[in-house]
Every structure is written in structure tokens, then in C-alpha cells.
């Protein structure tokens, strides 16, 4: 069965907005990224896998492939086809493998084969799209950025937190919405709540603290 799209929310208004970030953060006060790495290389490599794939079968392929190139220079002597050999379990594997490669060469050749520190850098890199690069830059350089993801887009228009018709909307909604002191961490909080909450085919509002402020009109509460 497909995944339900979002239904149609009214917007949320604005002074709820934190209220319901405060009680789906209190559910999950430690949010965090369930991506497994050490710095922002293998932080970037990791989401670079992750596109199409879940979080646990890229941290499966990483814990070989880290080991073997914990940095730029060892994946660029890995080589795709040794790239190929750790992450063959997760979807669009050869591609993936190219970009691991071609992104760690430009990391070396022209950013001292550190990870920038820059938008536009992260999104010329092979394999990095916005979404990527709001990720590293949120959680390796501290800044509040929202990375929408399928989670994400679906929690904004079905909340009614940030409707939009395409991820940029909502992503554009949730920055100009969302309180600037809790914009960071609510990329992991909405990410965690849309993964074992508020699922796509069922949400489970029955158990859901943040109800009272959800615009859901469908809301199961037993
Ligand atoms: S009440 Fe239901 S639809 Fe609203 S955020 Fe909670 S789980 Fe999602």
C-alpha cells in the first residue's frame, strides 16, 4: 500500500508553534541524528548514503567502510569499487560510490580535505543536494538550518506547522515559523516524531503530546 500523502491541514497558528516543538521535544529530549560518525567528513559521507536508504542500513555499511577510510585521502586510494564492496546493501549503490570518491578528491584538491564550512561549497560537491548540506551544516557546524526530508514534509503539512507543495515551501516555512531558539534541534525533533510517531501510513495520535496543537483534522485518539 502506498503512503498516504498529506492531507490537506489548516495552517497552524503561529503562537502554537512552540508549544507543539516543546511537547514532541520533551518525548525525545535527546534528539539527535541516528547517523553513525566521528566528524564532519564521515558525517557527510554518511548522509550522502542515506539518500533513498534508512539510517540503520547505511550505519551497517559504514562501520566496514569507515574503518578502512576514516578520511578523504584513504577513500580516494579505496577507490569506487572499494567504496562498492561496504555499501552494495543500500539503494543506488554505484552512484553513491562515484560521488564518495569524487567528493573526497574536490575535498582534497581544493578544501585542504577539510569539509567546508559553506553552502555553496557543500552543494557543488558530487552527490550533495540543499538537503545534504543543510544537514552537515546543522549538525557538524552548529547552525539552525531545516533539512526536509520525507518526515519533514509530511509533518509540515499535515500539522499544519509549515504547509507547502514542494520541500523548499516547507522548509522556507518551518525557518520563518519556528521560534530561532529551537529552529536547530527542531530538525531532529520533527525528523524522530514523523519516524516512530506521527507515521505516514497511520499517525499514532492517540499517544501524541503534541495533540492539542496539531491542525490534523483526522486525528485516531484510542
Ligand atoms: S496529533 Fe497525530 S497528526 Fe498531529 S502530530 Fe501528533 S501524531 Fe501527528
Redesign the pocket.
Known amino acids: 500500500m502506498p503512503a498516504a500523502a498529506p492531507r490537506p491541514a489548516t495552517r497552524m497558528p503561529r503562537a502554537d508553534v512552540g508549544p507543539?516543538l516543546q511537547a514532541?521535544a520533551a518525548m525525545r529530549p535527546d534528539a539527535q541524528t541516528e547517523l553513525a560518525f566521528t566528524d564532519p567528513y564521515t558525517l557527510l559521507v554518511a548522509v550522502v548514503l542515506s539518500a533513498q536508504a534508512t539510517d540503520a542500513s547505511v550505519n551497517k555499511a559504514t562501520v566496514g567502510l569507515f574503518a578502512e577510510a576514516p578520511g578523504p585521502a584513504e577513500m580516494v586510494v579505496l577507490g569506487a569499487e572499494g567504496v562498492s564492496r561496504h555499501i552494495r546493501v543500500i539503494g543506488l549503490w554505484q552512484a553513491k560510490a562515484r560521488n564518495v570518491v569524487a567528493l573526497s578528491e574536490i575535498l582534497l584538491r581544493d578544501h585542504g580535505g577539510q569539509v567546508p564550512h559553506d553552502r555553496a561549497a557543500l552543494e557543488a560537491l558530487p552527490g550533495v543536494g540543499r538537503k545534504t548540506a543543510n544537514v552537515v551544516l546543522n549538525v557538524a557546524f552548529g547552525e539552525a538550518t531545516m533539512a526536509v526530508d520525507t518526515h519533514i514534509f509530511r509533518?509540515g503539512n499535515?500539522?499544519g506547522i509549515a504547509p507547502g507543495k514542494n520541500v523548499r515551501e516547507v522548509e522556507d516555512g518551518l525557518v520563518a515559523r519556528i521560534p530561532p531558539d529551537m529552529l536547530r534541534q527542531a530538525h531532529h525533533w520533527l525528523i524522530l516524531?514523523?519516524r516512530y510517531?506521527?507515521?505516514a501510513r497511520r499517525?499514532?495520535?492517540w499517544?501524541?503530546?503534541?495533540?492539542a496543537w496539531?491542525?490534523?483534522k483526522?486525528?485516531?485518539m484510542k
Do not use: D, M, S
Open positions: 507543539f514532541i509533518l499535515r500539522t516524531h514523523g510517531v506521527c507515521k499517525p499514532e495520535c499517544r501524541c503530546a503534541a495533540a496539531c491542525r490534523f483526522f486525528k485516531e
